[in-house]
């Protein structure tokens, strides 16, 4: 697979460092995908989802569905996974959104959206509010290009924070669906049956008319046509002919809904979204950095197919943590080629007997990358006695193998490294191949890679020609250069239970420089810290203390995080929980205050709060178990008073 001029030009506006040949390599690689690294699979996603968002896309929805959702469930802590997948920005600068948008959580499964329809239904009692009185909204998934009308202008997603402001596509003639506009976030779309007519023979699918509706800057005619023939337009989502009731109706009539609501829809969907409309609750659910946890999509596709094991591969991660990947006879599994599945671990391995000549059972959900369903025949399990990487002895910890030459294998050396430029996210370039190359010359940590930063030499005898080397340097000031919060720099070393949110919660009462001073008893008093992960991070901070000490010597540009505690605050040492509508300030805000103040914030009512502070709209079961507790009521404006005093 050659790249074609058009994605070339988007790549290049992506990464500051790129190769051709190499990303030709990679996209050659596709077939062979859930047995890469988790490395190269994050580039090859970060590859394709830059294609795909610019409009030039190497590979159909289904096979990047495919390959993100295999990604997202053997990686499920990586940031790719947290966070809003980027889209490209050619030559724009960016700016701020009106309000975040996020990604959508998906499921493949009617069995999983009643799981989380039961999660929604957990929250509602902690909140207070009866299930019966849970509202909840069926839309079609509209498979177009995101965009935000907050009335005045109208932007791309970009990373959910920040996007381009494209408010010249209605100058082109582009309408909003229903000519309301305000109307939130929404997708630029194309009128399937247009598309066929008027523009198949111009272009291999919708998304290439989509991108070129906000990049380019003289449009050919017949997609100008299609903007004044209202074929190309802005839907809101708002505007979207939605099913609402109760849970127990959507369970009931499940089939009939989902099918219902996409079958007046003329333009390209990609499944159902499933929201709860109660806008307390949707604010007590709150998010984490990739999706609202009120709302969910759902696609679904089931197949399988009995398959005979041929062999069992290892696959070593950072953390030395070897995966069993199953290889067997190419299948076709929902129009893909299949000849490889993953075990959760190898103690799966040792009980289920799967090994050469077993016989196993591989079903796609969804159309991800298949998993082991059942076995149905076993035989002697292939169990390794030595990393395939290393050659080490691996050892038994939990249900999983591991190597523990942390500071002499390949493998996990590699993936460390490249797991820290990844993570700081202020650089391109630095991945598999540099990465290898650098291995491959005797660079053996992160703070070797820093050393090259001044020797250009060293970099033109491993191979380097003078263009690629000086961009390499220049990768490498950058990654110093440029402002990152402490806790990705933190996050960036890849310590066990210490991603981006826990080394924010750290970071906000401790500075950076303190974290040599901790013990388990001063994390377990951190909202989130057990005493079991206290000590895995305490443990894993002694494993990196020489490594770290080097690097944070070379003096990043770290954002502190610390908050600044009022010692005289009447919340110090405090639990409180807000419920309800904020007026004031978002709830975030205001638990950023109360921590602030020394307080320590949680989501549910218990014996232990001290404190419920109450918006609008409350559920009268959060108030009553305040009350039992002889908890302290507080308005969000006295809560605001008593701050200020």
């Known amino acids: 697979m050659a790249l074609s001029k058009n994605q070339i030009k988007i790549l290049k506006s992506s990464f500051d460092l790129f190769d051709i040949d190499q990303i030709n390599s990679d996209l050659e690689s596709l077939k062979s995908f859930e047995i890469l690294s988790e490395e190269k699979q994050l580039y090859i996603l970060k590859v394709l989802n830059f294609l795909y968002r610019g409009g030039h896309p190497a590979c159909t929805d289904q096979q990047y569905n495919q390959f993100f959702n295999f990604f997202k469930k053997k990686y499920p802590n990586n940031d790719f996974i947290l966070t809003v997948e980027p889209e490209p920005i050619i030559g724009e600068k960016l700016v701020?959104?009106?309000?975040?948008?996020?990604?959508?959580?998906?499921?493949?499964?009617?069995?999983?959206?009643?799981?989380?329809?039961?999660?929604?239904?957990?929250?509602?009692?902690?909140?207070?509010?009866?299930?019966?009185?849970?509202?909840?909204?069926?839309?079609?998934?509209?498979?177009?290009?995101?965009?935000?009308?907050?009335?005045?202008?109208?932007?791309?997603?970009?990373?959910?924070?920040?996007?381009?402001?494209?408010?010249?596509?209605?100058?082109?003639?582009?309408?909003?669906?229903?000519?309301?506009?305000?109307?939130?976030?929404?997708?630029?779309?194309?009128?399937?049956?247009?598309?066929?007519?008027?523009?198949?023979?111009?272009?291999?699918?919708?998304r290439n008319i989509q991108a070129s509706i906000i990049a380019e800057k003289n449009l050919s005619q017949v997609i100008q046509k299609s903007i004044i023939d209202r074929a190309a337009i802005f839907y809101p989502f708002k505007a979207l002919p939605s099913w609402r009731g109760t849970s127990t109706e959507l369970i009931k009539n499940y089939d009939s809904i989902t099918k219902n609501v996409l079958s007046d829809i003329p333009f390209e969907t990609d499944g159902v979204v499933i929201e709860i409309t109660n806008q307390g609750l949707k604010d007590f659910l709150g998010s984490t950095r990739h999706h609202h946890r009120w709302q969910i999509a759902l696609k679904s596709n089931d197949e399988s197919s009995l398959v005979e094991v041929l062999k069992v591969i290892p696959q070593v991660s950072r953390n030395g943590k070897n995966t069993p990947v199953v290889i067997f006879n190419s299948i076709r599994l929902s129009g893909a080629e299949i000849s490889k599945a993953t075990a959760h671990n190898y103690s799966m391995v040792k009980k289920l007997g799967i090994g050469v000549g077993s016989e196993l059972e591989i079903v796609r959900s969804g159309l991800v990358i298949p998993k082991i369903e059942r076995v149905i025949k076993k035989s002697s399990p292939s169990i390794p006695n030595h990393c395939i990487s290393c050659g080490s002895v691996l050892h038994w910890i939990d249900d999983n193998l591991f190597c523990l030459n942390h500071n002499g294998c390949r493998d996990q050396i590699e993936k460390t490294i490249i797991h820290f430029f990844e993570t700081l996210g202020n650089n391109d370039g630095l991945g598999p191949a540099t990465i290898s190359t650098f291995y491959d010359h005797g660079i053996r940590s992160i703070y070797?890679?820093?050393?090259?930063?001044?020797?250009?030499?060293?970099?033109?005898?491993?191979?380097?020609?003078?263009?690629?080397?000086?961009?390499?340097?220049?990768?490498?000031?950058?990654?110093?250069?440029?402002?990152?919060?402490?806790?990705?720099?933190?996050?960036?070393?890849?310590?066990?239970?210490?991603?981006?949110?826990?080394?924010?919660?750290?970071?906000?009462?401790?500075?950076?420089?303190?974290?040599?001073n901790l013990d388990e008893n001063d994390l377990i008093k951190?909202?989130?810290?057990?005493?079991?992960?206290?000590?895995?991070?305490?443990?894993?901070?002694?494993?990196?203390?020489?490594?770290?000490?080097?690097?944070?010597?070379?003096?990043?540009?770290?954002?502190?995080?610390?908050?600044?505690?009022?010692?005289?605050?009447?919340?110090?040492?405090?639990?409180?929980?807000?419920?309800?509508?904020?007026?004031?300030?978002?709830?975030?805000?205001?638990?950023?205050?109360?921590?602030?103040?020394?307080?320590?914030?949680?989501?549910?009512?218990?014996?232990?709060?001290?404190?419920?502070?109450?918006?609008?709209?409350?559920?009268?079961?959060?108030?009553d178990a305040a009350k039992t507790h002889n908890i302290k009521l507080l308005s969000e404006k006295e809560f605001m008073e008593l701050t200020s005093n």
């Not at 965009?147 to 990373?159: E, I, M, Q, V």
């Not at 402002?483 to 981006?500: S, V």
């Open 526 to 623: 951190i909202d989130g810290f057990a005493k079991k992960t206290s000590q895995i991070v305490i443990n894993g901070f002694n494993l990196i203390k020489e490594q770290f000490d080097d690097i944070y010597k070379l003096n990043f540009n770290l954002k502190s995080s610390k908050l600044t505690i009022d010692s005289e605050s009447k919340f110090l040492h405090k639990n409180l929980v807000f419920t309800g509508k904020m007026e004031i300030g978002s709830r975030e805000d205001l638990e950023k205050i109360a921590k602030s103040l020394g307080a320590k914030v949680t989501k549910s009512v218990s014996s232990k709060t001290d404190f419920l502070i109450l918006g609008s709209k409350v559920g009268q079961r959060k108030i």
């Open 96 to 206: 701020t959104l009106p309000q975040k948008m996020l990604s959508t959580d998906k499921a493949y499964s009617k069995e999983e959206i009643i799981k989380w329809i039961d999660r929604i239904r957990k929250a509602s009692v902690q909140y207070g509010l009866d299930e019966n009185n849970i509202e909840f909204k069926v839309t079609a998934k509209l498979d177009g290009y995101a965009a935000f009308d907050d009335g005045n202008s109208l932007y791309t997603r970009g990373n959910g924070s920040k996007g381009r402001n494209i408010s010249f596509v209605f100058d082109r003639g582009l309408s909003v669906f229903g000519d309301e506009r305000g109307l939130g976030a929404g997708e630029i779309v194309i009128n399937k049956h247009y598309f066929n007519e008027h523009l198949a023979n111009y272009f291999d699918n919708t």
């Open 448 to 516: 070797d890679v820093y050393l090259l930063e001044n020797d250009p030499e060293k970099l033109f005898a491993m191979g380097f020609k003078q263009k690629s080397a000086l961009n390499i340097i220049d990768a490498l000031k950058k990654s110093r250069r440029i402002e990152i919060e402490d806790w990705r720099f933190l996050a960036a070393f890849g310590i066990n239970r210490l991603g981006y949110a826990a080394s924010e919660r750290i970071l906000e009462l401790y500075d950076i420089s303190d974290l040599y």
